[in-house]
């Protein structure tokens, strides 16, 4: 997509321009030349205008956490349906994660799936490739050699890692080859069971896996992260006391963590409806775990959003709780639910959401996240006012396992804007050539 | 009546549980002939079972209908057929029932959203045993002269209460008639999270004895809970002691129930399981008229008893 940078000159009009990065938060004009914001200002006008009075224009989301399932999962999601998702969500650029089928871990995956990227995507789309050889946990990837083909960081997603001593030279290693390194914290000696180990998994006796499968988890990598200096990025912080931990480790090593939307919305009560459509790893928490991580978010102990967009097909899903697969879709949903449940409820301002899920994740990728001049235009145009619904026909995934359907939400992502170009339009109306 | 569902007892409430346990005894006394004659009952078993799908064949048979069996051996269900699959087959075959027995819990919950037949939770996971529970209330009132005896009397559950559907029911329906439920169970076999139930815990069977118990509800410890990676109880001889109900036990007006099968000389002693204390062959009798009883009510059969 870095190739496909509009040539064309376009002038968003009248928007309620937000950027707490740039301090910009009022009514204004962005005028966008060859892919790149050019002017900020009143009264802008230009050849192509797109009339965007009664909306809000942010940064661009930028996704650090997606499954987008290719290669393998085809039939689940697509490099074409995955970012279209996200666009339709408002992201302009998204992590995707190497638990696909063959696992993203030698060179020549990564740079056919960065060609494949490049003709298919979107948005701007980011590879992590895997820590260890199939995500096993035993051999080091050749993670210089990946970063050349194209891998912007390494992870071993979807599994924790089972020995400490195979994760602390993985991190020693990465910090060589100058990769960043994601990580899902989860000791599977603790994590036995598929739910939370709470009371509502007692009472419908669904096996739980108790907190400190991911607290214990997160304390060792926290551990051997301030030890061997290497960047690292604890993903889906899902309880109050791993918060706590990152927020302890901040001072103490290069560290950074994010949080998705569904634990900052959902609880584990609803594992009393048996469903399989609310298995997630790592679980659902009680409200205390939720209301935790919801304030480190607020403060800026968990620096951003990201979504954890997993796909699945219906048959992976449509199953008891403790067979069904685990993950929820996440990009389209993300920030109607969030503004719905925080914003909605006054525990988030406007400017802290924006800043978490445009600004710091942006700074993470090292490229947009800010509407400034010279920078990328990469814009997300969100409708405030809108309440939808949603439901299966309104998702742009080839999936619908959302935790969402049904559910009336707040605040309706209309436009989103990479390198120039719209991406993802529901204001077409709106957009037009000057006469 | 409606013809309903029966998934849980989790919200059962004491009349409910009476009228069943009536209609239950009126089959007993052979007053009803058989209600259920035109009616199809489908048992659905994805999990091995001798006793309760036996217990349920005979309880549809004798109460008149035609009875569908698929079993996880030499079935569909044995080539991986998915649950949701065989109870839209089930369905369409006519069924009036289906009783279903499966790994999961909720899974019978899930077959209601696929079918107009009425689902009879035969076990699920760890989920819920509805009418392992009430088999148990009608051995128990039997064995004290009635249902109205229950009421203000106390119960211990003994053992692996974390594992045990059977537990999940007994543990409302028992509550429901009008009992007092402790629990007896090392914490490793307990739910993590300290009082779900709200319920006492008590460390031993001598210690529910000095709480005033008149039932010792024991469960059955699956071997994989002994042994194995990451055991639960370090051994038979540790967990007999403080956890097994031995003649020393049995003080009179103390009953022994159990809902099979027993494991010998760790829950429950050899001379305790048939000894005049134990209630556990009232209980497997119990079965086929209780669940002849479950069935009339979920088919709807019971409007045309009534008339």
Redesign the interface.
């Known amino acids: 997509l870095n190739g496909r940078d509009s040539q064309h000159e376009l002038v968003i009009r009248r928007a309620h321009v937000l950027d707490p990065g740039s301090g910009l938060d009022g009514i204004t004009d962005v005028r966008i030349s060859s892919g790149r914001i050019s002017e900020v200002g009143d009264g802008l006008r230009g050849t192509h205008e797109l009339d965007a009075d009664g909306l809000h224009l942010f940064p661009g989301f930028v996704d650090v956490h997606a499954h987008w399932r290719t290669p393998g999962r085809e039939d689940e999601e697509t490099l074409e349906s995955g970012s279209a998702a996200a666009a339709a969500g408002g992201f302009t650029g998204v992590v995707m994660m190497p638990n696909t089928d063959p696992v993203v871990d030698r060179p020549v995956i990564v740079s056919g799936l960065a060609r494949r990227i490049e003709r298919e995507s979107r948005v701007r789309t980011y590879i992590s490739a895997a820590l260890h050889v199939g995500l096993a946990g035993e051999r080091l990837t050749e993670m210089r050699l990946l970063k050349e083909a194209g891998a912007f960081c390494v992870s071993d997603d979807g599994l924790g890692t089972a020995s400490a001593g195979v994760l602390r030279n993985g991190m020693l290693y990465a910090r060589t080859a100058g990769l960043p390194v994601i990580l899902h914290c989860e000791d599977h ?1 603790l994590a ?1 069971g598929v739910v939370h ?3 509502a ?8 896996s ?1 907190a400190s499968a991911e607290d214990a988890a997160t304390a060792t990598a926290l551990v051997l992260a301030a030890e061997t200096g290497a960047k690292v990025h604890i993903t889906h912080v899902s309880t109050a006391l791993s918060a706590a931990l990152v927020a302890f480790f901040k001072e103490r090593a290069d560290v950074t963590g994010d949080t998705t939307p569904h634990h900052l919305t959902l609880t584990d009560d609803l594992v009393s409806t ?3 459509a609310y298995r997630v790893n790592p679980p659902l928490r009680p409200d205390d775990d939720r209301r935790g991580v919801g304030k480190a978010l607020r403060d800026g102990v968990l620096d951003f959003v990201a979504t954890d967009h997993a796909p699945h097909a219906s ?1 992976e899903k ?6 069904a697969a685990p993950g929820f879709l996440g990009h389209e949903t993300a920030f109607a639910a969030l503004y719905t449940e925080l914003i909605g409820r006054g525990k988030l301002s406007l400017p802290r959401l924006v800043e978490a899920m445009s600004c710091a994740p942006g700074r993470w990728v090292g490229e947009g996240g800010g509407i400034t001049v010279g920078g990328p235009a990469d814009l997300t145009l969100v409708d405030l006012s809108e309440e939808w619904t949603v439901g299966r026909e309104t998702m742009v995934s080839r999936s619908s396992n959302s935790p969402y359907l049904g559910k009336k939400l707040a605040g309706r992502v209309v436009g989103t804007v990479v390198g120039g170009e719209l991406v993802h339009d529901k204001i077409g109306a709106r957009f037009g050539v000057r006469a | 009546l409606e013809s309903r569902h029966l998934l849980t007892l989790e919200d059962t409430s004491r009349e409910e549980l009476r009228e069943i346990l009536d209609l239950a005894h009126d089959y007993a006394e052979g007053n009803l002939g058989k209600p259920l004659e035109g009616k199809t009952v489908c048992l659905a078993f994805f999990e091995a079972s001798t006793r309760t799908a036996s217990s349920f064949e005979l309880a549809a048979r004798r109460a008149g209908a035609d009875v569908i069996s698929l079993s996880e051996g030499g079935s569909a269900i044995a080539k991986g057929e998915s649950l949701v699959d065989t109870v839209v087959t089930l369905d369409s075959l006519g069924a009036d029932a289906i009783v279903l027995r499966h790994p999961s819990a909720g899974a019978a919950r899930l077959a209601t959203r696929h079918t107009g037949a009425a689902v009879v939770n035969a076990g699920d996971g760890c989920g819920q045993h509805p009418t392992q529970a009430l088999l148990d209330l009608y051995a128990l009132s039997g064995a004290l002269g009635g249902f109205e005896e229950l009421v203000g009397r106390r119960m211990a559950i003994v053992g692996d209460v974390l594992h045990s559907r059977v537990a999940r029911s007994v543990i409302p329906a028992f509550q429901a008639a009008g009992m007092e439920v402790a629990l007896v169970a090392p914490q490793t076999l307990l739910p993590g999270e300290d009082g779900v139930w709200g319920l006492p815990i008590l460390s031993s069977v001598d210690e529910a004895l000095g709480w005033g118990i008149e039932v010792l509800y024991t469960l059955r410890l699956q071997s994989e809970r002994m042994v194995g990676g990451s055991p639960r109880v370090p051994s038979v001889a540790e967990y007999a002691a403080y956890y097994g109900v031995s003649r020393r036990h049995l003080e009179p007006g103390v009953f022994v129930m159990h809902p099979g099968p027993v494991n010998r000389g760790v829950e429950i002693s050899g001379d305790v399981v048939l000894g005049a204390a134990s209630l556990i062959p009232d209980q497997v009798a119990a079965g086929i008229a209780v669940r002849s009883a479950v069935l009339t009510i979920a088919t709807g059969a019971l409007r045309e008893v009534a008339a």
Do not use: K, Q, R
């Open positions: 000696t036995t180990d709470g009371t998994a007692a009472l419908a006796g669904i096996p739980g108790p048996l469903g399989g048959e449509e199953l008891p709780l403790e067979e």
